[in-house]
């Protein structure tokens, strides 16, 4: 595999084609991620931009992480399903009689895969709006004025990809191999936290066996603020390669994590994040509504705040904690984690 990056990827585009032997070509490395090298290029005479994204196979963190580069193929499924879904959602959106009005300006989407190269594990996809920023950056910098419309439009986004997919027979065929799930979260995550505090051991391996046996839907696996690119109008979601047909409640627990360990990191603010977590499980809830049983429903908030108790402690005591974390505030979220994995707590927050 020719290993490309910012400095050979130039030549790797011009000798495949893609561009001319002389047309000129912006590259810069995206930071953010911890398994694939992504690049954004810009092709300054056509006017045009693209990000081009290559597997490695260790991941860099602190701790050896492996994961086979053939998930990369998995994104490039899970990118055209997801468009489908969302092309889906909004015919019928259009129908609705009173769409939320809190989320409607943002127009939701994924990149469109542009090509692929099997033989070095790359893939190429549409670059979001220039200026397009991560809500996690957003968040951190204390951009908060769109925080809620935000956190609507992320509760529906998700919600749409699983209430879409809801018992998808075809689907759940297509997108059952869960192998680089389990070697990219399950494994990391909650294994490893289990390693960390083996009093809570047997809990940790219930709360896989439920994730690993409650599949209703796709689940993208890795949803989180800084996988949601936001433009003035518009809210993009990237990094699908461990995406399946699985348990919904990883991917809300999961996401619920980063807003409950902003919160706590943000101290004095904290009230603005837990009112973000509310809003996005509410316009979540009201999507999926018409789709699932009002008893499945209840079962599935359940399982959503197990996970979030989960995905608390493993990211301080997983293989990929939170990088923006310190020591105190990792005490009081490992504290959390360990409570409400053995005592789950019946609500959200106390509006919910």
């Not at 083996?198 to 839907?217: G, I, Q, T």
């Not at 316009?283 to 705040?305: F, G, H, N, Q, T």
Request: glycine share 6%; aromatic share 8%.
């Amino acid at each position: 595999m020719l290993e490309i990056n910012a400095q050979t990827a130039a030549g790797y585009l011009r000798e495949r084609g893609h561009v001319g032997p002389h047309e000129p070509i912006d590259v810069a490395e995206l930071a953010g991620g911890v398994s694939n090298v992504v690049l954004l290029v810009t092709l300054p005479e056509r006017g045009e931009r693209l990000v081009l994204k290559q597997a490695r196979g260790q991941l860099r963190v602190k701790e050896e992480w492996l994961c086979p580069v053939e998930r990369i193929w998995r994104e490039a499924e899970v990118l055209r399903v997801c468009a489908g879904l969302l092309r889906s959602a909004e015919r019928g959106t259009r129908n609705e009689e009173q769409p939320p009005v809190v989320a409607s300006f943002f127009r939701t989407g994924v990149p469109s895969v542009l090509w692929e190269d099997r033989a070095n594990y790359c893939l190429a996809m549409t670059a979001a709006l220039p200026n397009s920023r991560t809500w996690k950056e957003m968040l951190l910098r204390g951009r908060t004025k769109l925080s809620l419309p935000i956190a609507a439009a992320a509760g529906r986004l998700l919600g749409r990809l699983h209430a879409g997919s809801w018992c998808d027979t075809a689907l759940s065929s297509a997108l059952a191999d869960r192998s680089y799930f389990d070697l990219l979260r399950l494994d990391p995550y909650y294994r490893h936290a289990a390693k960390n505090h083996p009093d809570l051991a047997p809990r940790l391996a219930e709360l896989v066996d439920s994730v690993w046996n409650h599949r209703r839907c796709l689940v993208h696996g890795d949803y989180s603020p800084k996988n949601l690119l936001v433009w003035p109008v518009q809210l993009w979601l990237i990094d699908h390669e461990v995406g399946h047909f699985g348990d919904p409640a990883f991917d809300l627990g999961f996401f619920l994590t980063h807003l409950v360990a902003k919160a706590i990191h943000a101290r004095a603010a904290c009230r603005l994040y837990l009112d973000l977590a509310a809003m996005f499980w509410r316009e979540y809830r009201a999507v999926l509504a018409p789709v699932v049983p009002i008893s499945e429903l209840a079962d599935l908030k359940s399982r959503m705040l197990l996970n979030l108790a989960g995905c608390l402690l493993a990211r301080v005591d997983g293989k990929s904690p939170l990088e923006y974390l310190d020591d105190a505030e990792r005490r009081v979220i490992r504290q959390l984690g360990r409570e409400w994995l053995v005592s789950p707590p019946e609500r959200l927050t106390e509006s919910d």
